[in-house]
Structures are given as structure tokens and as C-alpha cells.
């Protein structure tokens, strides 16, 4: 199986752009009336349901912000009655009230769609074994693969993340073939099965890792490790969960399933629409959502969207990989700075995935160090060797982002390892 709906994945642009004209204005019309928060905004900018006729009037709607998906907890930005809702998830919330999102049946049913095609450009199909080791419970990694794996009718292990010699024994006893989690616990997975020697006994040939960004040095590093190919996928609560957009073979950026998600990308400063190829913020527009509709949600991730024709066939619009949200930048002494930057350079380097930035201010001034593991064999070498590759280190991170940082290289295994999205960055200006 190539496709699992060709008509749609593979559809010409201007089918597409008629079935997402048609759902916008049903949307629009619906949201307009259902929620009482959309028919303020709207007639605040004097924009009625009646002047959205086509995706061409999508700019006349106003956007959505992260701050009014907070302040809508619980169910101010609910579309149906509550008795039409069979689920709710959520974001992790580490700061603020939570965004609460809804769902109806359809709902599910079209998530688990958007995650089933994912899967099938994994090269997954019914054959395969489906190892689930997101989260479940209110993140919505687990639900979501967990339907599309389902709706597939693949053999669905719902591992959660967690107990990692467990996830081992599972994956070399049931014969696991696509381990899908976040990139981080991928690579903490990869190393323990590598040092518990079961290399061997493991099936994998491919991987379905999101939720976090990760540099293509890490991709690389996961796919040598542990002999598979490993996938993008992208997602977020607001919008439905994983599966808004998946990676294909050619492994040049994700598919937006944008007969459900309409995908722009926008200044995050002067909130202008860019045209395709040019880096911006991203916005989504739900185009068939029942209980939780958005509309033109800033999600604050930085990517930009190509129309370029895909190797693999399908014509669905892709968008580059996540360099990193705008609340995840970090300006360092005025200079701005994405932890997956660092990611490539350590990678790059000979070092793991596993790293922690520390940013202070001492006198007024930014402070800006990482402490990276030293391999197990780098472990051994002499006092002398290690501050060579420390000011080697130095030298890579200030080509690639200019600025001076400090290199602590500590013992391996020593940086607290992740089974869910990794925590990189301790910022003590804001504590
Ligand atoms: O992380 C949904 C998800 C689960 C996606 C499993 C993929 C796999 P949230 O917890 O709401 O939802 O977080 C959404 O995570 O706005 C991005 O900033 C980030 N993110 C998600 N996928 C990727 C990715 C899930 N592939 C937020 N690359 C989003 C980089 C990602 N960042």
C-alpha cells in the first residue's frame, strides 16, 4: 500500500482548492455562529461568514492567539453541545491555565485518518507491528498514533513511554516494526538496546518520531543506530494532535493534510501573509473540525511551505522542518539562538543527542553554557584531550551561531535522559 487515500493525498491542486473553498466557508459559517468569542472578532474586523466565499478570503478573518486558547479554558471556544463530545486532550500546560480541546466522533475518526496516512508513508501496512511508546492519557501522541495504527488494522502495541527494559523485551518478543515516540527517547532507546546487546533480536525498520524538534544530524544518528528510517511527524493539541502534517520517503519536509488543516505562513511581526519558500511563522485554519473549530491559530512555529513536486506522489503542500518555535529561540547577548543549532553542531562533532543549555545573566552580561556527555570512549582519554575538545567545541558553536559559549563536557550517561519531550534548556534569566 502506497497511499492510504490516494484521491485525496495525490489530488491536483485545484481539486484540492475547491474541496477546501467549500469546507472554509461551511466552517466559517459554523464557528460564526456556534461561538459566541469568533462572532465578537469578526465583527470587530467587519467581516461577516457571508465574505468568505474561498480560501482566497482567508486573510480577511482575524487570527487566533495561544493567549485566547488559554483564556477560552474550558469551553468557550466549544462548537457543539457537550453531550456531542466523546473526548478531550490537552497540552502539558507548564505555564498558565491548560488549552483544553475537544472532540467529537468524527473528530476521532478523521485524526486517526490523519495518523493512518501518516503510518502508510511510513511504509507501514496491516502486516506491521505498531509500537506505541508516546504518552497516553491527556498528550495526545499516544491517542493519536494509537487510532491511526487502528484504523489501519496494524497490530497496535500501547506501550506508553516509560519502563524502557519493558519497551526492549516487547519490541524483541512481539517483533515490533514501527516504534513511534518523541526523537529523544527514540535515541535513549536506540543507546539502551545497544548496550543491553539485543540489537540483534529487535525488528524495527521504521520510526514515527515528533512532537519535539530534531535536527537532521539526529535523524541520522537514530536511523545508523538502531538500522531504520526514520520519520517526521508534526501535530499539535489545538489543531487536532499528531498527523496534521507526516514525512513521506523523500524525507524533505511534512505533508500538511490540508484537506483538514489549511496551512499559511505569516511575519510573526507584522502578521503579513509570505509567500511559499520563505520562513514564518505558521497558521492553521481546521477546515472540517466539529467540537473544537479554530480559525487562523498563530501556533508560534517557524517553518516554511513548499508546493514543490514530491517524489513519492502525493501532492498535499509540505512544510520544512521545525527549526523551533518562537517561545523556544533564545536571545543570547542580543544574538538568536535555536537549541536544534547546538543540537547539529554537537552531532556533527561526534557527540550524543544528550545535552543541556544553560543561560544566566551574571553583571549584566548573558552567560551561555552546554554541558555535553563525552562518549564512553572519549571518557578514558587524558585531562589534556578533553580541554582540546572542549575549545574544539567552542571554535563549531561560535562559526555556527557567533557568539563565545562555555563547553562542560561531563561523564556519560550524567544528563538526565527523556521519555517523552526533552527538557534542553534551563533559562535562569526567567526563573
Ligand atoms: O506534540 C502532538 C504530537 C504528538 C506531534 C506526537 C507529533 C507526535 P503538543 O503537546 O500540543 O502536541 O505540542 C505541539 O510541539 O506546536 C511544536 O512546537 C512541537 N512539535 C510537534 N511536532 C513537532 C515536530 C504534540 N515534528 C508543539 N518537530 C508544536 C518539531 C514539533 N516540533
Redo the contacts with the bound molecule.
Sequence with gaps: MKYFTPDIECAPHEKMRVLQSERLVKIVRNAYDAVPYYREIMDKKDVTPEDIRSVDDLDKLPFLSKDYLREAYPYKLLATPRSHVVRIQS??GTTGKRIVAFYTQGDIDKWDECCARAIVAAGGTCDDVVHVS?GYGL???GP?LNGGSHMLGSMTLPMSSGNTDRQIQFMCDLGSTILCCTPSYASYLAESVISKGALDKITLKAGIF?????SEEMRRDIEAKLGIKAY???????IS??GVSFECSEQTGMHINEDYFLPEIIDPHTEETLPDGVEGELVFTTLAKEAFPVLRYR?R?LCALSRKPCSCGRTLVKMSK?KG?TDDMLIIRGVNVFPSQIETVLLREGYSPNYLIVVDRVNHTDTFEVQVELTPEMFSDTVKQNSQREKKLVDAMRSMLGISSKMSLVAPRSIVRSEGKAVRVIDKRKI
Design positions: 497540552t502539558s508516546y498528550f495526545t501522541g493519536g515528533g512532537a519535539e524538534s530534531w517526521d511527524i508534526y501535530g499539535l493539541t489545538e494532535g499528531p501556533t512555529d521545525l518555535r
